[in-house]
């Protein structure tokens, strides 16, 4: 994806790792780009995961869980402190849209992650293979 318009330069940094993790399918490139204490929100649960741990185990799952995997569009905060991506993927014979929303700190690491999707279906059979994946992984990041 291109520069972004509007978004801090740490930030644009950051997310340029953000792209290359995604494409090489490798999460072990987030840890220097994400917060000890950022937060991730999935579409799927009401109770945010916190911590950097628990956001690879998702990230790491998610990697394996998704088929066809692109992201579209991207949009920046008039503060340029947050992104939004619009990406698209199949789970088997189901397909999802979605937006990634992710703000950052000053520093430009990942302090927030929140994931929204649709349709329904698609939510489904994407929570349903992430609890098979890594559901007692997060259980025990989030209780740990």
Wanted: charged letters at 30%.
């Amino acid at each position: 994806m291109s520069e972004l318009a509007g978004l801090s330069d740490a930030a644009a940094k950051t997310l340029a790792v953000w792209h290359k993790a995604v494409e090489k399918r490798d999460a072990s490139l987030l840890d220097d780009i994400t917060s000890e204490a950022m937060v991730f929100r999935s579409p799927a649960v009401y109770s945010p995961y916190p911590g950097r741990e628990a956001f690879r185990i998702v990230i790491e799952t998610v990697l394996t869980v998704f088929e066809n995997f692109r992201y579209h569009r991207q949009f920046a905060s008039s503060d340029g402190s947050s992104v939004v991506l619009e990406f698209e993927a199949d789970i088997g014979d189901r397909n999802l849209k979605g937006i990634d929303m992710i703000r950052f700190d000053s520093d430009g690491k990942i302090v927030e992650f929140e994931v929204m999707v649709r349709p329904l279906s698609g939510l489904m059979a994407l929570a349903e293979k992430m609890a098979e994946r890594a559901g007692p992984k997060l259980q025990a990041a989030r209780v740990g």
